[in-house]
């Protein structure tokens, strides 16, 4: 497996080009990860991930592909490349038995950077429209470090507002790695908090923030979703906090379309 801290140099533009490559031959893949209601047990929505296992490098993982796009400047080509993939999924997903179509969301991470490019958003609407795509089934999730390190917070606050306009819905992810800056809530409006699992591997007093995280995001009408829950423990604990949404693999690993269809 490649993990990011072992690249060196040269290992890392033969990936790239690998990796160039594997797109250009649609070889990547995606993955759904269920989410589920706390209150009601089902499932409200998945979040699309990006799968690939290299002939040469064994399975990539995705935030291995983001930095090195990220590095090359060329981050808004494989958000598209990942957004048009999920949009191919589109039907199927919603067709599922399982989904409620009154509350289901399709959930895709993208990085803040390409929301913030005028023609990004032109070519997303652009796919929507191939697509055929009912605009409220999707979340734009953007990491919390990125929110964090923005010198242009405003302008993508700004973005932000212009996509949920359109009915998009929009999530700050791994909320917690960073600086857990609650202030972002008041500077951005979203949807929906997405609270990294380190939350749910620590101390008494790390669950105390958690609740505190979760009871001022919900009194803000922000929706929290638990990532991480590996235990039973995990989900009492986030249920007993009034968290919304739970995301982990104890309810269920990321699954292929084939693999969701037996759910
Ligand atoms: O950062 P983001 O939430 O987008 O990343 C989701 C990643 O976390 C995926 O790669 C997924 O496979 C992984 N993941 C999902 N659920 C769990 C879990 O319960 N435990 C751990 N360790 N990883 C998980
Ligand atoms: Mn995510």
Redesign the pocket.
Known sequence: MVKKDNLVTDDKSFLFNDLMLAIKKDLMYM?Y?PQYDLKINKIVGV?A?LRYTSKEYGVV???VIADLFQEEGLMSALDLYVIRKVFEDYETLLNFSFVNRDNFTISI?ISGNSLNKSLFLEKVLNLCEEYNIENKYIVW?I?ERELYDKEDLLELSNNIDIVREKGFKVAI??FGVGSSNLSLLNEINVDFL?I??CFLKKSDKTKRILKGIVQISSSLGVLTVG????TKEHTILLKDIGCDYC????FS??KSLIELEEY
């Open positions: 993955v990860q979040e991930l993982r995705p935030d991470n999730e990491t992810d791994d997405k990294d699992r990532e991480g829950a590996e995301q982990g693999y104890y690993r990321p």
